[in-house]
Each structure stands twice: as C-alpha cells, then as structure tokens.
C-alpha cells in the first residue's frame, strides 16, 4: 500500500507543529522495510532532522529509562518537538533521531479480538514475557526503562482485503474507536489501563 512519499508526509507534519509551536508529536512507523539511508535522507532534505529529538549518546542503545526523557517544556524550549520511533531498521549511529522502537518502548498485545483479552503485560519486545527474562522483579527493571505502548482497539480477523482470498487481515472495528479511547473504566476503555496497568506497575 502507497500512502505517498515519507517527505511529503514530513513537511505535513512539520508545518503542523510550525503553526502550533506549543505541541510535540510521536511517531511510529511499523513494519518499516526500506534502508535507512532512505529515512535518512527525507529526515535532513525536510529539515525533520532539527526539529527531531536526539536522545544523549549514553542514553542509547537501550539506556534510556523513563525519568531521563526531557520534559514537554523543555522539548518546546529547544524545539525538538518530534520523537520518531521505527520497529526494525534503526541505526542511532547513522541517525540518531530515528530511534529503534523496542529500544525504548513495549508494547502489550495488539491481536486481539474483544475488551475482555486486554493486558498490562509487556508483549513487545518478546523478551519481557519470556522465561529467560526471569522473575517479576527482573521484569519490572525492563518495564522502569521503556514507555508503555498500551494498544486499544479490538480487530476483526475475519476481514478480507478487497481482491484477496488466501488470507486475513486484522482491521480496527470502528464501533470500538470511541469507546476504547474513553477515560471511563471498564468494557475495553483507556481507563482501565491508566487505573490497573498503573497499580500494576506497567503504565
């Protein structure tokens, strides 16, 4: 699927953040496959690069814990108004404002099917729900370094793309939207992972 160019969507968003000078924006790019020179290239031919932030040299590489994240004001100060995350393909060496997702963030899970099956647990990076990653204390050091990505919205896997018959694909149910982002606690809304993930030490 082709949702244009990478610089075009930057400028998008660049002339976005220049019209609302006091906001700051994330993103994620998912199942990323193209070089990184590419990314690269788009980030410093837009000037996306400036307005990027680039975490310390020794908070890299997975060493970056939630308390040495700057602060909202002080990204504003400086004007490093966007953090860019990519799930596979990152090199901080190359460009350090395109940040290896799993580096600094977990995800819980994304596949599934109704508000009943949400969790607080890590599911992403697979090592934090892994044996190896030992005992519940050991987990929480992982958990103390990453943001939480808390995924809301349940999927219909029966859903086909148009022209396709060998296989599924997951699509947000739009009737969920609204009612997973919702403050409210309970029936799959955002409320329940800010009240239990929080008393359970993962949001």
Same mark, same amino acid.
């Given at each position: 699927?082709? *949702? +244009?160019?990478?610089?075009?969507?930057?400028?998008?968003?660049?002339?976005?953040?220049?019209?609302?000078?006091? @906001?700051? #924006?994330?993103?994620?790019?998912?199942?990323?496959?193209?070089?990184?020179?590419?990314?690269?290239?788009?980030?410093?031919?837009? +000037?996306?690069?400036?307005?990027?932030?680039? %975490?310390? %040299?020794?908070?890299?590489?997975?060493?970056?814990?939630?308390?040495?994240?700057?602060?909202?004001?002080?990204?504003?100060? $400086?004007?490093?108004?966007?953090?860019?995350?990519?799930?596979? +393909?990152?090199?901080?060496?190359?460009?350090?404002?395109?940040? %290896?997702?799993?580096?600094?963030?977990?995800? $819980?899970?994304?596949?599934?099917?109704? %508000?009943?099956?949400?969790?607080?647990?890590?599911?992403?990076? !697979?090592?934090?729900?892994?044996?190896?990653? *030992?005992?519940?204390?050991?987990?929480?050091?992982?958990?103390?370094?990453?943001?939480?990505?808390?995924?809301?919205?349940?999927?219909?896997?029966?859903?086909?793309?148009?022209?396709?018959?060998?296989?599924? #694909?997951?699509?947000? @149910?739009?009737?969920?939207?609204?009612?997973?982002?919702?403050?409210?606690?309970?029936?799959? !809304?955002?409320?329940?992972?800010?009240?239990?993930?929080?008393?359970? +030490?993962?949001?």
């Amino acid at each position: 699927m082709d *949702g +244009g160019s990478l610089a075009e969507y930057l400028l998008v968003i660049k002339g976005w953040l220049q019209l609302n000078p006091h @906001e700051v #924006v994330t993103l994620l790019f998912v199942n990323t496959g193209v070089p990184l020179q590419r990314w690269a290239k788009a980030y410093h031919d837009t +000037g996306f690069d400036l307005i990027s932030y680039v %975490p310390p %040299p020794d908070k890299r590489h997975g060493a970056m814990r939630i308390e040495d994240w700057p602060t909202i004001s002080s990204m504003i100060a $400086t004007n490093q108004r966007a953090v860019t995350f990519i799930t596979r +393909g990152a090199d901080e060496e190359l460009a350090p404002f395109i940040l %290896p997702e799993f580096d600094y963030v977990f995800e $819980t899970n994304f596949g599934i099917e109704s %508000p009943d099956q949400y969790s607080c647990m890590p599911d992403r990076p !697979r090592w934090f729900g892994s044996p190896a990653a *030992g005992p519940r204390d050991v987990v929480a050091v992982g958990w103390a370094r990453h943001l939480s990505a808390l995924l809301h919205g349940w999927g219909d896997s029966k859903v086909m793309l148009k022209g396709t018959a060998e296989f599924g #694909v997951d699509v947000i @149910e739009q009737l969920s939207v609204n009612r997973a982002c919702e403050r409210e606690v309970g029936g799959g !809304r955002l409320g329940v992972d800010e009240v239990v993930c929080t008393l359970d +030490g993962v949001a």
